[in-house]
């Protein structure tokens, strides 16, 4: 064999050995784009329950942020509630037989009232709202039973002395009313059912 002949076969077996080693199987090859796309599947669902959370996140530091400025008075609104109580008992200490023909306990007496007024209109723009409770039915969620009261003629559990009012700060009770509950009356809240037909 000449010098020519063996420097011809030799670059055409050089190509062919990389021919064959670049040659996968092809079960191989589909056996690893089945991996990377599982993995990309993967990284997929990874990003969208990344992002999922991070939604939350946002959620609830708005809203917790919403409420810190929403009840940030809730600690001096329940001191200042004291406050308009005193005035509503200094009135009610004063009895209108007493005001009448005295300048001076009129004129203090009105003052009072201006000063309540006053207060409470404040409250209502800091969204501080009276509980209902005379005549109301019992809710514990916005009353506190201090007695009960023998009342056949009011309907059991209805309130029918309040004590002291109670007060909410927008949605979420700042402080129950104390309250006196009927009792010795007709059940009420649909239990009434006449049975005698």
């Given at each position: 064999?000449?010098?020519?002949?063996?420097?011809?076969?030799?670059?055409?077996?050089?190509?062919?050995?990389?021919?064959?080693?670049?040659?996968?199987p092809?079960?191989?090859e589909?056996?690893?784009?089945?991996?990377?796309?599982?993995?990309?599947?993967?990284?997929?669902?990874?990003?969208?329950?990344?992002?999922?959370?991070?939604?939350?996140?946002?959620?609830?530091?708005?809203?917790?942020?919403?409420?810190?400025?929403?009840?940030?008075?809730?600690?001096?609104?329940?001191?200042?509630?004291?406050?308009?109580?005193?005035?509503?008992?200094?009135?009610?200490?004063?009895?209108?037989?007493?005001?009448?023909?005295?300048?001076?306990?009129?004129?203090?007496?009105?003052?009072?009232?201006?000063?309540?007024?006053?207060?409470?209109?404040?409250?209502?723009?800091?969204?501080?709202?009276?509980?209902?409770?005379?005549?109301?039915?019992?809710?514990?969620?916005l009353?506190q039973?201090?007695?009960?009261?023998?009342?056949?003629?009011?309907?059991?559990?209805?309130?029918v002395?309040?004590?002291?009012?109670?007060?909410?700060?927008?949605?979420?009770?700042?402080?129950?009313?104390?309250?006196?509950?009927?009792?010795?009356?007709p059940?009420?809240?649909?239990?009434?059912?006449?049975?005698?037909?």
């Amino acid at each position: 064999m000449t010098q020519d002949q063996t420097a011809e076969q030799t670059p055409a077996a050089e190509s062919a050995e990389p021919a064959a080693e670049s040659a996968v199987p092809p079960a191989a090859e589909s056996d690893h784009i089945a991996e990377l796309e599982a993995e990309i599947a993967r990284l997929k669902n990874d990003v969208l329950y990344a992002k999922a959370e991070t939604e939350n996140t946002r959620r609830r530091l708005e809203q917790q942020a919403e409420d810190r400025g929403k009840y940030a008075i809730s600690n001096i609104a329940k001191d200042v509630l004291s406050v308009a109580d005193n005035l509503r008992r200094a009135l009610d200490s004063v009895p209108a037989t007493a005001r009448e023909g005295n300048e001076s306990l009129t004129a203090l007496t009105t003052g009072v009232e201006m000063t309540e007024r006053e207060l409470l209109a404040t409250f209502e723009r800091y969204g501080i709202k009276p509980v209902s409770a005379q005549g109301e039915r019992f809710d514990p969620n916005l009353h506190q039973a201090m007695m009960e009261m023998e009342d056949p003629s009011q309907i059991e559990g209805t309130v029918v002395l309040v004590m002291q009012a109670g007060y909410t700060l927008h949605d979420r009770l700042l402080r129950p009313a104390l309250v006196g509950v009927a009792k010795g009356g007709p059940k009420g809240g649909g239990n009434n059912v006449d049975t005698s037909v």
